[in-house]
């Protein structure tokens, strides 16, 4: 089992800066690939970026050049980031952290509960 909690989100004017933080906790071993998808009001969730336990980031072709996607395997905890500048007011969404954990030949996909973000003056 994997726990992922994401921190960072909140209210951010047009053109300032987001960072954003997930956790993860439990059987980090045998965490492969992290991703960080949104959910803008009244869509469906969206792929924002992919990483790789490597480091090799692939991004949504929309979203290239505009976000930057870091992961850090430290020791006793994996922590993913997701870096944008000059936010618009379509940046607006909840964002959530993903892990695809893999076990033999068993995989699953673990979610977190998701951070708000808006972008409002």
């Known amino acids: 089992q994997v726990r992922l909690v994401e921190s960072g989100g909140g209210s951010v004017q047009p053109a300032g800066s987001l960072r954003l933080d997930c956790a993860a906790s439990g059987k980090i071993n045998n965490i492969y690939n992290m991703a960080w998808y949104r959910q803008p009001p009244g869509n469906q969730p969206e792929l924002v970026a992919d990483i790789t336990r490597g480091g090799s980031a692939k991004y949504a072709d929309a979203m290239r050049g505009r976000f930057t996607i870091t992961r850090d395997n430290a020791k006793n905890t994996v922590t993913e980031s997701l870096q944008k500048n000059s936010l618009q007011a379509d940046d607006a969404a909840v964002y959530y952290c993903?892990?695809?954990?893999?076990?033999?030949?068993?995989?699953?996909?673990?979610w977190g509960k998701g951070t708000q973000v808006t972008v409002s003056a």
């Open positions: 993903k892990c695809l954990t893999r076990v033999l030949s068993e995989e699953l996909d673990s």
